[in-house]
Every structure is written in C-alpha cells, then in structure tokens.
C-alpha cells in the first residue's frame, strides 16, 4: 500500500523528490501518512477534496485483501 499511495503522490506533484510516506501499523487499521512539499498541497487535496479522496478509494480498494481499515492521512 506504501509503494502504491507514493507512485500516485510522485505523479501528482511538481517535486516528487519531497514525497514522503510513512507507514503506522495497528491491530486492525494501516494508517498511511503522506508529506508533499508545501507548494503541492493543493495538487494533493484538489478542488474540494476530490483528488484525495480518490487517492483513499483507490488505495482502500487495493487493500481488501489485507482485511485491514486503511487510512490515508496529509500531513504537513
């Protein structure tokens, strides 16, 4: 999931040496932390959200069969 969320990231942004994916295990959840450079926030999030929240449908659905909750958070 690391590898694919970070393939995504680096073809978005203008600075894919800066993207950075840190990966939290739990019992039940994968929790998927991902840094951009400031200036490609806004390439990340999109117009109201919707580049992000396609980016968590595509990473949760190649996740069904770890069983696990995966959650993709931005940090900054």
Do not use: F, T, W
């Amino acid at each position: 999931m690391k590898e694919l969320l970070e393939s995504i990231a680096k073809a978005l942004v203008d600075y894919p040496e800066h993207v950075d994916v840190r990966q939290v295990d739990g019992e039940r959840s994968i929790i998927l932390e991902l840094r951009v450079a400031d200036e490609d926030m806004g390439k990340i999030i999109g117009k109201q959200g919707r580049i992000i929240k396609a980016i968590r449908v595509v990473v949760g659905a190649a996740a069904v069969k770890e069983e696990k909750r995966i959650m993709v958070e931005v940090m900054q």
